[in-house]
């Protein structure tokens, strides 16, 4: 079975500052890893996948990701922090016919 | 993208009674459905996956009998909690894979905030 894990449940940024959201995940081959975003009361909105074919990938709202298999890390990043960035960060693992597995969330508040 | 709707976006009942949630992929067809729960301040957690034509497959914990599902076409899972409680209080969500050939991704449906009193 495949594990999620989001490091920080909470994260502040001041605005302009370098987002850093930390995911791990743990399966026995590289799943399809996922980062999405969830403002309140509202679904969830795809930020960016990985899907093997490049392991720098890059999103949308200027957000990118690293796929690490040696670190089994999937961090995602932000070269600078808007007010509009502030929301709850959802990395999963899964995709398709399977399940998604998803981290606890990782909530990012930017201070202007 | 594809898109999948929920309806309602948000329903308040009272204890006891049923309520129905559904979803639906609006442009393309969908023979897998999951269904998606999240509690305040917490992750979302898989409840059950809906299978056009046959009977849905729920996680360990899940009260089949209490959250029934139907699959009722290549376009529309429904979820009814029966016999609501406090405690079903949550956010519901549904998704539905991708059938482009070669994309693993689930597009997901806007939620459906359920609230008992």
């Known amino acids: 079975a495949q594990s999620v894990t989001q490091l920080g449940s909470h994260v502040s940024v001041s605005e302009g500052a370098l987002v850093l959201l930390r995911c791990n995940y743990s399966s026995s081959v590289p799943p399809y890893l996922f980062w999405y975003v969830q403002y309140p009361n509202q679904g969830l909105q795809l930020l960016l996948k990985?899907?093997?074919?490049?392991?720098l990938v890059k999103g949308i709202n200027g957000f990118e990701a690293e796929f690490k298999k040696s670190e089994t890390s999937f961090h995602l990043t932000k070269p600078s922090a808007h007010m509009s960035d502030a929301a709850e960060y959802f990395c999963?693992?899964?995709?398709?016919?399977?399940?998604?597995?998803f981290g606890i969330g990782t909530k990012l508040q930017v201070i202007p | 993208g594809a898109v999948v709707s929920q309806h309602p976006s948000w329903v308040i009942c009272k204890s006891g009674t049923s309520v129905k949630i559904e979803c639906r992929s609006l442009?393309?067809?969908?023979?897998?459905m999951f269904w998606y729960r999240q509690f305040p301040k917490q992750s979302l957690m898989l409840m059950a996956t809906s299978n056009e034509g046959s009977k849905a497959t729920y996680e360990q914990g899940v009260e089949k009998d209490k959250f029934l599902i139907n699959h009722a076409s290549l376009t529309l899972s429904t979820l009814t909690v029966t016999s609501a409680h406090p405690e079903d209080s949550s956010f519901y969500i549904c998704?539905?894979?991708?059938?482009?050939?070669?994309?693993?991704?689930?597009?997901f449906g806007p939620g459906t905030r359920l609230t008992v009193l």
């Open positions: 998704s539905a894979p991708s059938d482009r050939v070669g994309n693993n991704e689930q597009f």
């Open positions: 999963a693992a899964g995709g398709g016919y399977q399940k998604v597995t």
């Open positions: 990985y899907t093997s074919a490049a392991t």
């Open positions: 442009d393309f067809q969908a023979t897998t």
